[in-house]
């Protein structure tokens, strides 16, 4: 909860006295802390319904309720396809395509893994090498088929988490509605992903602080942005330690194990919430060569790596508009 408090400080008191007056709605959903805000005539109106729209999402995605789609996708994994909604569809197809543009990096298929390690679980645990590599042979993007307006697993015991890329189309999704309600100034909190519309209401951009993933209290940077999602991935949201070892949640899928790119957190800056949530997780796999390399074929969002040496490489895209915190880390800029 600590890392969500330091974002929301840093959002709302780096900003005008107006901001305070902002409508403001906060709720608990996709198994995280929300808290939206907008400014205008009918704002609790809109965020009323931005909150519906998160619930509704919520009850498509979740892999916990048994009302979801994704519930029922994993329990008829090898048996049966699921018809689904537009959403899940559409999502579905978006990790699909993220699968192929980070040459594997991004699998919701590798749900079985994360399991296996508890993360998904209360108890977390090493798993047996034995163990991986049965859990292993259920990871294949290949055996997730999508035809028409079904979804089937072709392997029994398979399964698929959004968790990945599920909040960042939350953020698109409340994106649309708040821009068709009128809104042209809100700042969404999403449990570690922040959307912003528009500017602050004094005119002056958004400042969003980006963690310092090797001290909880403090920040590496900060970004002054408008009109975009910044999604972060980071070893420090969840880990756990045994025998003296920290093992975090961010799993490469070819070894089955936490990544080891040398990555302590990556940050995305996109108008495309979907695409950075998806991106932030996988770059973390990829390190920064291959993410660098896939940015520069680019012309859509902007990254920020944080390394384990206490070097931070931007994007040259987004450089000007970074604001280096912490002097002890060595500023890096990627250009194309």
Known sequence: ??????????????????????????????????????????????LLKAEKEINH?????????????????????????????????????????????????????????????????????????????????????????????????????????????AKGYTSDKVNEILKQEGITSAVLYLGGNVSVIGRKEDNTKWRVAIQDPLEEEKFAGILNIEDCSIITSGVYQRFFEQNGKKYHHIIDSRTGKPAETGLLSVTIVSKNGTMADALSTSFMVMGVEKSSDLWKKSNDFGAIFITNKK?????????????????EYTLHIIEK
């Open 1 to 46: 909860m600590k890392k969500y408090i330091l974002i929301l400080i840093c959002l709302f008191l780096c900003g005008c006295q107006k901001q305070q007056e902002m409508e403001e709605i906060q709720l608990f959903a996709m198994d995280t802390f929300m808290d939206l805000k907008a400014s205008g005539e009918n704002g609790r109106e809109a």
């Open 57 to 165: 999402l919520e009850r498509l995605f979740s892999t916990t309720l048994e009302q979801s789609e994704v519930f029922q996708i994993n329990q008829n994994a090898g048996q049966t396809a699921v018809s689904v909604s537009d959403d899940t569809l559409h999502l579905m197809q978006k990790a699909k395509e993220y699968y192929t543009l980070t040459d594997g990096a991004f699998d919701i298929t590798i749900a079985p893994v994360v399991k296996a390690w508890g993360f998904t679980e209360e108890v977390k645990k090493v798993p047996s090498e034995e163990e991986l590599q049965q859990k292993l042979q259920l990871v294949s993007n290949d055996k997730l088929r999508i035809e028409n307006n079904t979804i089937l697993l072709e392997q029994k015991n398979m399964a698929v988490d959004l968790g990945g890329i």
């Open 311 to 327: 070097e931070i490489y931007i994007t040259q895209d987004i450089a000007d508009a970074f604001e280096l915190e912490q002097s």
